[in-house]
């Protein structure tokens, strides 16, 4: 039997807001879904499990000294409160569908204050189109968005296959909400808002930006079934013409400070008109961006284009011909480049990639254009009226902006020498393999291991989302160690480093099967506060902090096409990487912020790709290699 996912309101509208505490659209049973009630529940590990592992995984961050106090630190906790806290999630986890989801969907995004763009939204690239000017601009856009309706009504009539991990089947609500949700600001929490398809009130149009203007574009004709792609290109070029001049960039205020941004809210829709265009954005099935302007250097395009899709390049350039609330907003820009920005709450990037990976096809197939006839509906104009003070708040929200985009430091490259082929020649786990060149090439950098973060799926449970692979370990340290050392003879590395790799695939194998300990810390933590308790000890201790001050924030967003996914660093001193690994290349996607100068995105590309020619060449001469 199905699970409630959630409650619904009469209008079909799934909402999550600081006052309800629910956070999933209950989809019907079909195809797609045919699996999910056979889905586990997210279990709550066992405590004791999670205090060794936690111990074990910051032994290598602290020095003895440190590690004996959190040791007893950690003592104290499992007698007390440990196990109180341990009950009341268990007892959470018997009441609800997944214990986690909505305590991760508020504690993640929606209480979190920061701007989205950098900080929570990835961009992804495409690969480069081959169009050079406008009409090629406006003619690949009307495939784009032809490829898009392509992949929905493979999501609305629940078509997708079931995904798998191995032989289990994975979570598909994801799929439900990135085309039909948005989030909205809130003073100290945000709201989210699905629009799931199986509602009477699923959304049938997309929302399309041109020079800071937004417009809303029917894509269903009279008949219910998807605009032809000449269609398309009709009101496309239409509302090109219409919005000829700049207009005020009202998006920016999107990319503000979340509490600075609901204010600037509250007071937009108060106004009628306001107040309709943001319903028509918030209820679209996502926006499609039509950029205009390119940095003057174009000298390496692939990094520019990371950058045009991760924060727009700045009121300068395309920052404000977005609404980062909405959870896809597809970029068309010049010369060829293209890619999409998501905002995270709905999802996380495999779903995203799976669509971009059928568009992207899409667009590059054979399809006839149809005919333009019968003429849709002409696309909408959102208007609009902006008050003296909101024109200020936008002018903040453009210096603001301006700030975070100098300070990124962002840069992609194709690493073409191996991919996944090589690791599995010498029978380790690519992903493993890649993890511990990351933190190796950082150990080189900087002399000490880092605090490392992978995203680890949980979607194999009911609701799932993620939980973290805490890459740095006791054997990736031993490994950094015996590699930087120059009296290390070749066998020992290739030893050390077989067990490091076997160590992360252990760990990762624990974390999908929902033995991690990240998200259950959380959860104890959360408990104590929801309880009116202090927060325990451990979690105001030094090595939690350190060990939660993730300087690697790392994540695999494998795809079949050649696009590379970006992503902010989660601390001011840290890097963000992000690989799509295919059989033959690596894409990366490494970031960095300017504040802090040891932290240099470009140095760091230079020594992750010597450490992976390093770590090839250990094994040469090996029996093994079958390259
Ligand atoms: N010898 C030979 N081959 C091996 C091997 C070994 N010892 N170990 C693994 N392989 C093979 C696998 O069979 C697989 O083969 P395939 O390419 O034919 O599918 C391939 O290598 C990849 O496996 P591996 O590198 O171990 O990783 P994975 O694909 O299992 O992925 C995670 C690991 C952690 C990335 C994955 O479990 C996960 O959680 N992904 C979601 C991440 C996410 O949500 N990211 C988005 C954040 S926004």
């Given at each position: 039997m199905l699970r409630i996912l959630s409650r619904s309101t009469s209008r079909g509208i799934v909402r999550v807001t600081q006052c309800t505490s629910t956070a999933m659209t209950q989809p019907p049973p079909g195809k797609m879904f045919s699996l999910q009630a056979s889905l586990p529940r997210l279990p709550v590990p066992p405590l004791e499990q999670t205090l060794n592992k936690y111990l074990k995984s910051v032994r290598p961050l602290l020095s003895d000294e440190e590690f004996k106090t959190t040791e007893q630190i950690v003592q104290d906790f499992s007698r007390n409160p440990g196990?109180?806290?341990?009950?009341?999630?268990?007892?959470?986890?018997?009441?609800?569908?997944?214990?986690?989801?909505?305590?991760?969907?508020?504690?993640?995004?929606?209480?979190?204050?920061?701007?989205?763009?950098?900080?929570?939204?990835?961009?992804?690239?495409?690969?480069?189109?081959?169009?050079?000017?406008?009409?090629?601009?406006?003619?690949?856009?009307?495939?784009?968005?032809?490829?898009?309706?392509?992949?929905?009504?493979?999501?609305?009539?629940?078509?997708?296959?079931?995904?798998?991990?191995?032989?289990?089947?994975?979570?598909?609500?994801?799929?439900?909400?990135?085309?039909?949700?948005?989030?909205?600001?809130?003073?100290?929490?945000?709201?989210?808002?699905?629009?799931?398809?199986?509602?009477?009130?699923?959304?049938?149009?997309?929302?399309?930006?041109?020079?800071?203007?937004?417009?809303?574009?029917?894509?269903?004709?009279?008949?219910?079934?998807?605009?032809?792609?000449?269609?398309?290109?009709?009101?496309?070029?239409?509302?090109?013409?219409?919005?000829?001049?700049?207009?005020?960039?009202?998006?920016?205020?999107?990319?503000?400070?979340?509490?600075?941004?609901?204010?600037?809210?509250?007071?937009?829709?108060?106004?009628?008109?306001?107040?309709?265009?943001?319903?028509?954005?918030?209820?679209?099935?996502?926006?499609?961006?039509?950029?205009?302007?390119?940095?003057?250097?174009?000298?390496?395009?692939?990094?520019?284009?990371?950058?045009?899709?991760?924060?727009?390049?700045?009121?300068?350039?395309?920052?404000?011909?977005r609404w980062f609330d909405k959870t896809i907003q597809f970029v068309v820009g010049r010369e060829g480049i293209s890619g999409l920005t998501y905002e995270h709450t709905s999802a996380e990037g495999p779903p995203v990639v799976m669509l971009l990976d059928h568009v992207v096809k899409y667009c590059s197939e054979n399809h006839s254009p149809g005919s333009d006839t019968p003429a849709p509906a002409t696309p909408t104009k959102l208007t609009f009226n902006l008050s003296k003070n909101i024109k200020e708040m936008i002018d903040t929200a453009r210096t603001h902006l301006d700030v975070l985009v100098d300070d990124v430091d962002l840069n992609v490259f194709v690493f073409k020498d191996y991919g996944k082929n090589f690791p599995k020649s010498q029978k380790m786990s690519p992903d493993s393999f890649l993890q511990n060149a990351i933190q190796l090439a950082y150990y080189r950098i900087h002399n000490e291991p880092a605090p490392h973060y992978e995203t680890g799926t949980l979607r194999m449970f009911h609701l799932g989302r993620t939980d973290t692979i805490r890459s740095c370990s006791e054997a990736s340290l031993e490994f950094c160690k015996a590699f930087v050392n120059s009296n290390t003879p070749k066998e020992r590395k290739v030893e050390l480093l077989r067990n490091a790799v076997q160590a992360h695939k252990s760990y990762t194998n624990e974390v999908i099967q929902g033995n991690g300990i990240d998200r259950h810390l959380l959860g104890l933590k959360l408990a104590a506060i929801k309880n009116g308790m202090n927060v325990p000890d451990l979690h105001m201790d030094m090595a939690y902090t350190l060990s939660t001050h993730f300087r690697m924030s790392t994540s695999q967003v494998p795809a079949h096409s050649d696009s590379v996914l970006v992503f902010g660093p989660v601390v001011p001193d840290g890097y963000g990487v992000c690989y799509n690994p295919q059989e033959t290349q690596v894409h990366f996607g490494v970031s960095a912020f300017n504040i802090t100068p040891e932290t240099n995105s470009k140095n760091y590309i230079n020594m992750l790709r010597n450490t992976l020619l390093e770590m090839r060449d250990l094994f040469q001469g090996s029996m093994q290699s079958k390259l």
């Open positions: 196990p109180k806290l341990q009950k009341l999630l268990e007892y959470k986890a018997n009441q609800e569908e997944n214990w986690l989801s909505d305590w991760w969907m508020k504690t993640a995004y929606l209480e979190f204050r920061s701007p989205v763009p950098v900080n929570v939204s990835p961009g992804i690239v495409f690969p480069r189109q081959s169009y050079r000017d406008k009409e090629g601009q406006l003619r690949f856009a009307s495939k784009l968005i032809a490829g898009v309706l392509d992949f929905k009504v493979m999501i609305d009539t629940q078509n997708l296959p079931v995904e798998h991990m191995g032989k289990k089947p994975l979570c598909m609500t994801q799929y439900y909400k990135i085309l039909s949700a948005c989030r909205t600001p809130g003073k100290k929490c945000d709201s989210w808002a699905c629009y799931p398809p199986n509602e009477s009130n699923a959304p049938k149009h997309i929302i399309v930006a041109h020079n800071n203007q937004f417009f809303s574009l029917d894509v269903y004709g009279a008949d219910g079934r998807p605009l032809s792609e000449a269609q398309i290109y009709r009101q496309l070029k239409s509302l090109v013409q219409e919005s000829a001049q700049v207009a005020t960039p009202v998006g920016l205020l999107t990319t503000e400070n979340r509490s600075t941004w609901a204010k600037a809210y509250s007071e937009l829709v108060n106004d009628q008109e306001n107040s309709a265009s943001l319903r028509k954005i918030n209820h679209s099935i996502c926006l499609v961006c039509l950029d205009n302007n390119l940095p003057q250097d174009m000298s390496d395009e692939r990094s520019v284009a990371a950058q045009q899709m991760l924060h727009g390049g700045g009121d300068s350039l395309n920052s404000g011909n």
